[in-house]
């Protein structure tokens, strides 16, 4: 069955890019949605936005200034780059696949990014 | 943006007991309303979605209810695997928003 991986530094100072990469095995990249997802610590789940496997983008008005999601389907691969980060990024960021009538029916497992100098 | 409550935020429950969920948003949603089980340290796993469609693999104790505005998710004969944190996630209106969560504890 599909499955999802996110991968990328840990660790991203004040002000520069957060730049992860989710890679999908075992699945196909279309018809679907890729959306990112992040959950601060202790806190909530709040959407960033998604590409569709074709190019089309959707992002959250209250991220869209700083967000940019692309898509290879050659590799597999959806990329997020999330600019001028501060410390109020640090979160677990998911990768989440999203069937229209299915909302988010297969996630990665997440990775933790701090913001920190 | 769709605002979306839930109550209560902490559910303190027995085994086998029947548990209950509420979750209310600030615009109808139609019928595009999904929940989620997170435990701590793993993803959010999808349970229901479009209001009361069981996913594959989810036990039948889990259902899901509601319409326009207010919905419920009911547990009932609760298991040791259930306790979690419970998000409801409204995919009607962009931006995708999700409630604060119900996190359902072991009395």
């Given amino acids: 069955q599909v499955q999802l991986q996110e991968s990328g530094p840990g660790l991203v100072k004040p002000s520069e890019t957060l730049s992860l990469t989710c890679t999908v095995s075992g699945g196909s990249m279309s018809p679907y949605y890729w959306n990112w997802i992040r959950q601060p610590p202790g806190k ?74 | 943006d769709i605002q979306l409550t839930q109550s209560p935020s902490t559910l303190s429950a027995s085994l086998g007991d029947t548990v209950t969920t509420t979750c209310r948003a600030s615009e109808s949603v139609s019928g595009w309303l999904a929940w989620y089980q997170q435990k701590p340290g793993k993803a959010p796993k999808l349970v229901i979605s479009q209001i009361s469609s069981l996913r594959s693999g989810v036990p039948s104790r889990f259902s899901g209810s509601g319409s326009g505005t207010e919905f419920t998710l009911t547990i009932t004969n609760l298991q040791p695997d259930d306790f979690a944190t419970y998000y409801c996630q409204q995919y009607n209106i962009y931006p995708w928003t999700f409630g604060p969560g119900t996190r359902v504890e072991i009395k």
Avoid: H
């Fill in chain 1, 44 to 117: 909530g789940l709040e959407w960033i936005g998604f590409i569709y496997y074709a190019g089309t983008t959707n992002y959250n008005p209250s991220l869209k200034s700083r967000v940019k999601i692309s898509v290879d389907t050659s590799k597999k691969q959806v990329s997020l780059r999330l600019s001028s980060v501060t410390a109020a990024d640090t979160a677990v960021y998911y990768c989440a696949r999203e069937k229209v009538t299915d909302a988010f029916d297969v996630w990665g497992p997440g990775t933790r990014v701090t913001v920190s100098s």
